[in-house]
């Protein structure tokens, strides 16, 4: 940005506790646009619970929320992945994710999505397979 002299600026902090049943997590980032002066602060917090030995619910909520240059809108969005393990390589999920803007500017934009959504709401639904090797 700017001819190199501008970035983006990304930092966060989390925690996840395992709790025996589920395992939570808060997290906490900031990201600010050093040419524009754009800032976005979010606060996350889930929990994943094991469904079966071979799979699991994550469920999660965030709240974003914009500096004044940003015209302080905001955020909230909610998602939830169900994963299934077939084996030590292999696994399916499901993960669907909701945002619904606040503000004046309302245009939701989930990350990873295609685009920007041209209302104030968006839907993402992801299927897909992983393999892992070591």
Same mark, same amino acid.
């Given at each position: 940005i700017n001819?190199?002299? +501008?970035?983006i600026?990304?930092y966060g902090?989390?925690?996840a ?11 906490y ?12 602060d ?11 030995? $071979?799979?699991?619910?994550?469920? $999660?909520?965030m709240?974003l ?6 015209n302080? $809108? ?10 299934y393990?077939?084996?030590? $390589? ?9 945002q619904?803007?606040?503000? +004046? +500017?309302?245009s ?10 041209? +209302? ?14 070591e």
């Open positions: 001819k190199g002299r +501008d970035g600026r990304n902090v989390g925690a506790y395992d709790f025996s049943s589920f395992i939570g997590d808060v997290l980032t900031r990201t600010e646009n050093t040419y524009s002066r754009g800032v976005i979010s606060y996350a917090i889930g929990a994943l619970v094991p469904v079966t030995t $071979n799979s699991s619910l994550y469920a $999660n909520y709240y929320k914009g500096n004044a240059r940003l302080k $809108n905001m955020a909230n969005q909610v998602g939830v992945t169900y994963d393990r077939f084996n030590k $390589n292999w696994d399916a999920y499901v993960s669907a994710v909701y619904i803007t606040g503000g +004046d +500017d309302q939701a934009y989930i990350s990873g999505a295609y685009g920007v959504s041209t +209302d104030r709401e968006q839907s993402v639904l992801h299927v897909g397979a992983r393999f892992y090797y």
